[in-house]
Nanobody, 122 residues
Framework: QVQLVESGGGLVQAGGSLRLSCAAS????????MGWFRRAPGNEREFVSA????????YYAGSVKGRFTISRDNAKNTVYLQMNSLKPEDTAVYYCAATGRAYYYTDEYNYWGQGTQVTVSS
């Protein structure tokens, strides 16, 4: 099992940037694909981005492609989400997640963090 703790959320103006971090427990972090998801008020949770175990492959939702960058540091058991050019519609609770499956199986993430709030003001 893996436990996940997100940090880095906050309030930012439109056009600004934030970097989210997700620290994972355990010695097997490098065996998990990692992903970021978000849930806006009144909406269902949606996929944002994912990264393979080694970090060599990434995947983005169309709404964030070109603005967000996912990365990981397996030595630090941490995955990051750099968010640039933020828009009010990016406002949501952002969740870090892990799966033992390939990173693009976005329905099979089964370990979740508690979430961190990101609010983008216009």
């Amino acid at each position: 099992q893996v436990q996940l703790v997100e940090s880095g959320g906050g309030l930012v103006q439109a056009g600004g940037s934030l970097r989210l971090s997700c620290a994972a427990s355990g010695r097997t972090f490098s065996t998990y694909s990692m992903g970021w998801f978000r849930r806006a008020p009144g909406n269902e949770r949606e996929f944002v981005s994912a990264i393979s175990q080694s970090g060599s492959s990434t995947y983005y939702a169309g709404s964030v492609k070109g603005r967000f960058t996912i990365s990981r540091d397996n030595a630090k058991n941490t995955v990051y989400l750099q968010m640039n050019s933020l828009k009010p519609e990016d406002t949501a609770v952002y969740y870090c997640a892990a799966t033992g499956r390939a990173y693009y199986y976005t329905d099979e993430y089964n370990y979740w963090g508690q979430g961190t709030q990101v609010t983008v003001s216009s």
